[in-house]
């Protein structure tokens, strides 16, 4: 692994800039862009950057797989059956090895609708408990959401829980690899999973990171959880690599760039707009000029002022 960090250099390099705006790399298949291999072993699948469309088959987040001598974890199910199984048509062309787990990162839709492809091969797949609550309370309604803009691509995806869950961390060995997959506390959404490969210091990161495309806040993110969990939790592992959940791989100082330092300059502003008496109406305009060479930028970033705003003005 010594020329682990050229070979993720050189890979970086030859990717195509932040692709919101390009609607698909990869025309042949379901996939929005070809894997490739970012360390020995390690694969992703880098998904647009852009909301999810037909155009890009809902592959807009990273779909990663891990070759190990006895068999291949994958990390995502993906957005659907069909984009599931385009992502094992790669897998196959790499190794004869099958797979033998899938992660999921998430609850949402991109992370587990195509669980169904798996299941049916006899597939385990793992998810972090608050992840399975959140797919079999609100499955069906993210289904139909993917339905409504895939289409006929959504065919044959039906909603599959994972048949594994966990709470704080599940250790896996495979292969000689060890994956220790983690929850290392509330960040972006239920049930925000890692999957940490310490003998290669791989941090495969899920949505607990981003860079590239701005991250999303929703009602139910906990802005300031999301700070001490990178803190206390993400940081002091140290990963040399890391795959975020959107965009390119990367390293611990530019996620830690356009996440951490992100979520501590919007709620500063924030902050001091309540401090100085304003309103929600006023921060939605608070200043993210800094932040605008993000994709995604003008879908997200008053709506992630309105809501850090509501969940401070309580605090």
């Keep these: ?25 990869y025309p042949q298949s379901e996939l929005y862009s070809k894997p490739v291999e970012v360390i020995p072993h390690v694969f992703s699948a880098i998904g647009a950057t852009a909301p999810p469309t037909y155009e890009n088959s809902g592959h807009n987040n990273n779909l990663s797989f891990v070759v190990t001598d006895e068999g291949v ?20 062309a790499v190794t004869d090895q099958p797979v033998k787990l899938v992660v999921n990162e998430n609850g949402q839709g ?34 139909q959401g993917m339905q409504r803009y895939n289409r006929d691509k959504a065919e044959g995806t039906r909603v599959v ?17 060890t994956f220790e997959i983690l929850h290392l506390g509330p960040a972006h959404g239920p049930g ?73 300059d919007l709620r500063e502003k924030v902050g001091a707009h309540l401090d100085d008496g304003g309103d929600l109406a006023g921060a939605y305009y608070v200043d993210q000029e800094r932040w605008k060479v993000l994709d995604t930028f003008e879908e997200l970033a008053t709506k992630n002022a309105g809501r850090v705003y509501a969940e401070m003005e309580f605090e």
């Design 161 to 177: 829980p994972a048949n594994i869950s966990f709470s704080d961390s599940y250790t896996y060995e495979l292969g000689g690899v």
């Design 192 to 264: 925000d999973t890692q999957v940490w490969i310490p003998q290669w210091s791989m941090m495969i990161a899920g949505d607990i990171a981003f860079h590239e495309r701005m991250l999303p806040i929703f009602e139910d993110t906990c802005t300031s959880c999301w700070i001490e969990t990178w803190e206390e939790a993400f940081v002091p592992l140290q990963p040399t690599y890391v795959i975020p959940g959107h965009g390119h791989p990367t390293n611990l100082a530019q996620v830690h760039r356009y996440t951490y330092e992100y979520l501590v």
């Design 73 to 92: 974890v994958v990390v995502n199910g993906g957005a659907s059956a069909r984009l599931a199984a385009a992502l094992h048509e790669e897998i196959k």
């Design 110 to 143: 991109h992370a587990m609708l195509g669980n169904s492809y798996w299941a049916d091969l006899g597939v385990d797949i793992i998810a972090h408990e608050e992840a399975t609550e959140e797919v079999e309370h609100n499955g069906d309604f993210i289904l």
């Design 1 to 25: 692994m010594k020329n682990a960090l050229a070979i993720l250099v050189s890979v970086v390099a030859s990717m195509s800039a932040a692709s919101e705006d390009i609607a698909d790399q």
